[in-house]
């Protein structure tokens, strides 16, 4: 665009909840502004989201916001933006730093982590089911702020089983199943699911549902419908809600701030938006937030 | 028999691109004549039945079926017309069993619905032929000869108006010969026109009653059988052929004018006066087809392998060429023991087979000519360390020899091997086998499918190799074939068991008399069905 | 392929039915015959002992089986399509956009539901009626149209979804009971799975159509010749394949109670490497309908065996790889002994 | 399917080489025959009209180029795998390996680093000779085996990762530079992927080995009846696809900057679909080094341009699809027109 200021974001993938919610409330924002964006969806994969990035650079955007890739993935990418003197920014791609000048941490590790280490200080006897889908980059996050959360509880016993991308679900909900046979129900053993995104979460609650077991304590991310109804009926004890429209505000904003004046602008990371939505708050939850099942 | 033609062609046209496959074509046949359709490789046989089908449609011109013309070509609409027809192609799926490829055919012999009734009439139509009907075997556990026969059934069960028979006896032996010739006379007797195509002149001048000669799409001869004699038959066919002869023109195409050396070779009617032995086989044993074969070769000879189909022949060349592991028994070239690994071993030595199925084993049919010549000698005529580097030139000069010297019917090496007739393609095949170093040459059915010009071409080049010294075994069901042979060795059931007489002392009927097992002789004499290993 | 087929026909499997065969020889042969089963029976051996009652209990017996609903109906349809003689990468993409449909629109009266049901149900087929279209009538290499197509099928899904799951309504019940309810510990999905799997089964091997597709797919030339429409046969074949794919999406919302945006996707290689591994039993290397539940049931079990054991993703991997490679390289492996011939393959 | 181009190849060709034809099926066939660099010339049309001077830039000239390179070598990979009449699903996995062990490898002085990219590249191909002797040893589909080898390299990368990205030692910024620097506005990696385009079409074109992988891919009974070794050439030709797959992971990694766990695995399908649309260059239907080349250029235009005019999610997906039907579909169907229907389609 000429006059008009355009916003490049290069989307994580189509199919991280998250990532889909923040990139509309994103374009949202800056249309309020009266800015274009032009989104591309780079599959998850990093060479891609580099190309994405040099294309924005050939199209000349006024600054290119990047969803989860970390600096050190997208490395040429970022090089090529610097040379063109474009800006880049970052959700949930961790901190800000020389070559990102702004972040939204929005991948809300500690609001849920913290809840399981509330549960575990009981000091009883858990086991702990991990459901990582290691190579995206929240996952990897939220699952390392958890190990080292839980290093002094001798108490829990985690057990960790990959999934990945496509077949989380399935794959969550065969691993879920699995464990859920080796660890039959004995008294003073207490069971935690710990799903990092929806999709192995959709995945081991039908597990739970088919062997008729639990529900045990869950919990996890991404706030939607069926992490609704599964708080509801008490499937799912913690569930972090990302507030997707202030999050794109707080980017849209934090650019705004960064055109006023360009060259007096420090790098920062805020943390994004949100509530921890549990059984207790979830009407109060709905009541203050219409939009999250009207969407 | 009546005026009233069965089947109807007038001024029917079909071309593939530049290709005039039909030209202004008129034929007619009457109920309960048997009609010859002859004509060289790519005279237009097969698209002519293909048209009458209903599998193409002619570009222009008359089809009628009792004096119905056919306005919608369709394979339906032939066979509500009464039309059976059979391929040049074998019309059987391997995977499947008998009884499931005879119901697909169902919808073309649909005379019945009712699988009991089918059944019957299959089992009537193989009685009849003096074959085993067994509709549960799965049809790539049967051998060549018998899959054949079923794929013909489909088009003589039940009743027909016109039968269209495209090169029925190609893979055929003998015994399934006479039982379809039986089948056929009986068809027209009831008042179906049997149209015949073959390049087996003798078995014409059996069969047929009438015959109609096609060259290059056109009809140039029609007439009653009686009138003309095989020799007449095949001047026709083959007279000014339609291809040109090749002119040596280079690889780009443009024509290099000099004469044609061998073809123009009368037939050497060498003996080989060398004794030398070069491949010797004394009792060799295969998992299977072969029970217990022994056979020697000389330098310069050709040996004819006598046999019917089925009994072996092609496992045998296959184990010499190093195809086929072998269970026991020796094998000695040059007096060295020898037993190949692969095909490579056998090429190494100098070994070398063209196969039985042309279009499956031997054409590379996306690549043009000198392709097709040059695969045996990539990396002998190749540069560089073990002939790293291809040799494009080095190929092409040596095509050119060949195909002047085999008298290769083409316009340029690099025209497409799919623009020859198949009397050419096989012309080419023999090309990449004659090798720097042959020393033992492998032909098995080369004539087949091949008309009676390539044929005659093709019979001095054998003649030319051997009078070169090398040793060849010469494998043909159509017997008469190996008449020229130095020897005749016959084999049946996969065992080898006497000589046969050549040359002047030929006699075809002993020789075929030589190939039946006892039991068989039997069977036949009694006429009745008789068992298959 | 098929070139090499026709140059084994003959002499292989005479040997083969060869009645005075030696006793190695039909050793050898049963191994071909029973690579996968082998591997089967083998699998429930090890995890037995390594996991005893946990691995041996009709509860995890039942679930085993209900893992394995949803990949058998794609498997199932994936087969038909090979059968035919191609290829389809699309089937992932029509099951996760099914669900999503399903998702969104399941709702209302019950012959609402069921029309519901139907259309999704159609839209697979139709996904399928495209795919044959273009590989017909344009002549475009399976692999190729089906990749395209696929892409399509996202988009569309991305249209519907905007990349957000979408739960079942609340009036949905009985879709997600048929995983929860059922008769007696056998959930209705197990019927439903079994009702499928004989359905295809009937159709390829009693109807004419299941004959003209295994003709079209063993020798299109041959069944041309023989009046087949391959082009029909071909495009009903995916049209079958689409519409299984589109039941398996059906179900997997009715097993997660949500429509999830790539929920399906996963399915594509595991029902692939299904369908060959059931090429591997029984029959010598053709698709069939047995085959391929077995393949599915095999690698569920694998899969669940190791999960109870616990171990990692790598060693899940492995497990995988190793599973096609044994199970289908044993058979074939075998069946190319037999055949006593060097060369075409 | 070999067993038809048989009866149709041979003549279609004949027609095809035809010079004293109507102009309409001239015009046909050239469709036919530029159906790919067609759909190409008009991407840059269109593009050029809607973005301007954005899409019609050197630096964006460049940009498409660069975006083209990876892709490239993995394609280049996969064609001489398609030639020799084979397939493989494991380049991605591959690609994918080669790039987290370069970033894990990679460091230490200049020999070392050599000999780490060397390791590599060895690996790949390894990988590659796995693939080949499942094939034809043990007689496996290409595509179960290379599956099933697939399976195991992503088991290796995991034990390799675990799962999570490795980034480049701090001394690898030469590799990097691959990608940021070159001679003038022209980065080392076009140099590179040129410099491998080169070799491909030398080993294919002016090579023995070249010759027999074309012969074992057009009929395999028959160039093993004339003495070539298939078995040889056709595990030459998976682990050459293989060793490109490696350069084409290193490459990844350079240009990420880390070695990510499935970097690599998106390549595989869109290699694919460039070797497709780069059959439908010039030759008719046969793979080819320079239709590959053309092919990828093709996609990656395509998605340049789409990206550069900055459509929404489910558009790409459809744009994708679309391409891939059109141009693959324009060229084959135009080819059928002029053959005229015949059995076999
Ligand atoms: N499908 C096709 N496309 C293009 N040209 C074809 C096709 N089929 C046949 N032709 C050409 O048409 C001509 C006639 O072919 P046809 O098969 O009818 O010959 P034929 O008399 O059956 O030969 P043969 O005795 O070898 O079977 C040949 O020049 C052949 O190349
Ligand atoms: N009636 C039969 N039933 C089943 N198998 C048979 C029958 N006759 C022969 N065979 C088998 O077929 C194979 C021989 O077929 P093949 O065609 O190679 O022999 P051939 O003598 O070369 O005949 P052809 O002229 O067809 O080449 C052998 O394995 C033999 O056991
Ligand atoms: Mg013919
Ligand atoms: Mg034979």
Redesign the pocket.
């Given at each position: 665009g000429d006059e008009a200021v355009t916003i490049g974001i290069v989307q994580l993938d189509t199919s991280t909840i998250f990532a889909n919610q923040e990139a509309e409330a994103q374009k949202a924002a800056y249309e309020a502004l009266g800015w274009e964006t032009v989104v591309t969806n780079s599959a998850g994969s990093p060479a891609t989201a580099i190309s994405a990035m040099q294309n924005f650079v050939q199209r000349g955007v006024d600054a290119i916001v990047v969803q989860t890739y970390t600096s050190e993935q997208i490395t040429s990418g970022l090089a090529a933006a610097k040379k063109a003197g474009i800006p880049v920014f970052n959700t949930a791609g961790g901190e800000a730093g020389v070559d990102m000048a702004g972040a939204i941490d929005i991948n809300l590790a500690e609001p849920i982590n913290s809840l399981v280490v509330d549960e575990v200080k009981s000091g009883e006897r858990f086991e702990l089911l991990t459901l990582v889908f290691e190579s995206g980059t929240p996952c990897r996050i939220r699952n390392d702020d958890l190990l080292t959360r839980l290093k002094d509880y001798p108490n829990v016993t985690i057990t960790r089983q990959d999934v990945i991308v496509p077949g989380a679900q399935q794959q969550a909900q065969q691993a879920t199943s699995g464990w859920l046979q080796a660890n039959p129900e004995t008294s003073g053993t207490k069971h935690i699911i710990w799903p990092c995104f929806a999709d192995p979460a959709v995945g081991a609650v039908s597990a739970e549902k088919q062997l008729d077991r639990g529900p045990y304590s869950m919990y996890t991310w991404d706030l939607t419908g069926p992490a609704i109804e599964a708080i509801r009926d008490g499937s799912m004890n913690g569930v972090a809600w990302l507030d997707a429209d202030k999050s794109g505000q707080a980017i849209a904003d934090m650019i705004e701030e960064y055109f006023e004046d360009p060259e007096g602008w420090e790098p920062r990371t805020e943390e994004g938006p949100h509530e921890v939505v549990t059984p207790d708050n979830l009407d109060a939850f709905l009541e203050k937030h219409p939009e999250v099942t009207a969407k | 028999m009546t005026d009233q033609f069965a089947l109807r062609v007038t001024d029917v046209s079909?071309s593939?691109?530049r290709?005039?496959?039909?030209d202004n074509l008129n034929m007619g046949v009457r109920p309960g004549e048997i009609r010859a359709l002859l004509?060289?490789?790519?005279?237009?046989?097969?698209?002519?039945?293909?048209c009458v089908a209903g599998i193409?449609s002619p570009d222009v011109g008359i089809l009628e079926v009792n004096g119905v013309p056919q306005t919608k070509f369709s394979v339906r609409n032939a066979v509500a017309a009464g039309i059976r027809v059979a391929h040049?192609e074998l019309m059987v799926v391997g995977s499947m069993t008998v009884a499931e490829n005879l119901t697909l055919g169902a919808r073309l012999s649909a005379t019945t619905s009712s699988p009991r009734q089918r059944d019957r009439l299959y089992r009537e139509l193989f009685d009849e032929w003096g074959i085993p009907f067994t509709p549960s075997a799965v049809m790539r556990d049967l051998a060549p000869p018998i899959q054949a026969t079923i794929s013909l059934s489909k088009a003589l069960v039940g009743d027909s108006r016109v039968l269209l028979l495209?090169?029925p006896t190609g893979a055929l032996g003998p015994v399934e010969v006479e039982g379809l010739f039986r089948i056929i006379r009986r068809k027209a007797r009831e008042g179906t026109a049997v149209v015949y195509?073959s390049?087996r002149l003798a078995e014409v001048a059996r069969l047929c009653s009438d015959v109609t000669i096609?060259r290059?799409?056109r009809d140039v001869y029609s007439g009653e059988i009686s009138d003309v004699t095989e020799d007449e038959l095949a001047e026709i066919i083959t007279r000014d052929h339609?291809e040109t002869a090749f002119t040596g023109g280079s690889v780009r195409g443009d024509a290099v004018r000099t004469a044609p050396t061998l073809a123009t070779h009368p037939p050497a009617p060498s003996r080989s006066n060398s004794d030398r032995v070069v491949l010797d086989l004394s009792h060799l044993v295969l998992h299977s087809g072969v029970k217990d074969a022994s056979l020697s070769v000389r330098e310069g000879e050709v040996v004819g392998l006598a046999g019917l189909v089925g009994s072996g022949r092609s496992e045998l060349l296959e184990a010499i060429a190093g195809v086929r592991p072998i269970v026991s028994g020796e094998m000695t070239l040059n007096g060295v023991q020898y037993r190949p690994r692969d095909p490579y071993a056998a090429v190494a030595r100098g070994i070398i087979m063209v196969p039985e199925e042309r279009a499956a084993q031997a054409i590379f049919a996306t690549r043009d000519i000198l392709f097709n010549m040059s695969t045996s000698r990539f990396r002998s005529l190749g540069r560089g360390p073990g002939g790293f580097f291809s040799a494009p030139r080095a190929y092409a000069d040596r095509a050119r020899e060949l195909a002047r010297d085999l008298g290769l019917k083409a316009g340029a090496l690099t025209d497409d091997i799919?623009?020859l007739?198949?009397?050419n393609q096989q012309k080419v095949i023999l090309g990449r086998a004659m090798i720097d170093g042959l020393t033992v040459l492998l032909l098995d059915e080369p004539t087949r499918?091949?008309?009676v010009g390539a044929r005659a071409d093709f019979q001095r080049q054998i003649r030319e190799l051997a009078s070169r010294g090398v040793a060849i075994i010469y494998v043909a069901s159509e017997l008469s074939e190996l008449s020229a042979c130095d020897r005749i060795v016959v084999i049946t059931e996969g065992r080898t068991i006497t000589e046969a007489p050549t040359g002047v002392d030929f006699n075809e009927e002993k020789l075929t008399a030589l190939c039946f097992p006892r039991s068989e002789l039997q069977a036949i004499a009694a006429n009745s069905p008789f068992e298959t290993e | 392929m098929s070139s090499q087929n026709v140059i084994d026909r003959p002499v292989a499997t005479v040997a083969d039915r060869d009645a005075r065969d030696s006793a190695g020889r039909r050793a050898v042969r049963l191994i071909g015959r029973y690579g996968t089963p082998g591997v089967f029976v083998l699998l429930l051996i090890v995890f037995g002992i390594l996991e005893g009652g946990m691995f041996f209990s009709v509860s995890n017996f039942v679930n085993v089986l209900v893992q394995s609903v949803i990949p058998i109906v794609i498997a199932l349809g994936l087969t038909i399509i090979l059968l035919v003689g191609e290829f389809d990468l699309s089937i992932g993409y029509n099951a996760s956009l099914a669900g999503v449909l399903t998702a969104s629109l399941y709702s209302g009266p019950l012959i609402q539901k069921v029309l519901v049901l139907l259309l999704v149900i159609a839209v697979g087929a139709l996904i399928g009626f495209l795919n044959g279209i273009i590989v017909t009538k344009l002549g475009v290499n399976a692999l190729v149209a089906t990749l395209g197509v696929g892409s399509l099928v996202v988009g569309a899904n991305y249209l519907v979804t905007r990349g957000s799951p979408l739960t079942l309504k609340s009036d949905g019940t009985e879709l997600t009971n048929v995983f929860l309810s059922g008769i007696g510990p056998v959930p209705w999905v197990i019927i439903i799975a079994a009702a499928v799997a004989v359905v295809m089964w009937l159709v390829l091997n009693r109807t004419t159509l299941g004959l003209e597709i295994k003709a079209v797919g063993g020798n299109r030339v041959a069944s041309e010749l023989s009046g087949i429409r391959a082009h029909r046969v071909i495009i009903m074949s995916f049209m079958i394949g689409g519409a299984f794919a589109a039941i398996g999406g059906i179900l997997l919302t009715a097993n997660v109670g949500s429509g999830q945006v790539v929920g399906g996707d996963g399915y594509l290689l595991s029902s692939f490497a299904a369908c060959f591994l059931g090429s591997a039993v029984l029959r010598d290397g053709e698709f069939h309908t047995v085959g391929t539940v077995v393949g599915v049931l095999t690698i569920t079990i694998g899969f669940n065996g190791l999960a109870i054991y616990g171990v990692g993703a790598s060693a899940q991997f492995f497990f995988q790889g190793a599973l096609l490679i044994a199970a289908v390289g044993m058979s074939t492996a075998a069946r190319r002994i037999i055949m006593g011939r060097r060369i075409g393959h």
């Open positions: - | 079909k593939y691109g290709t005039r496959a039909l004509g060289a490789n790519g005279a237009g046989k097969s698209t002519l039945i293909k193409i040049q495209d090169e195509v390049h096609l290059s799409g339609a799919g623009s007739s198949g009397g499918g091949v008309d | -």
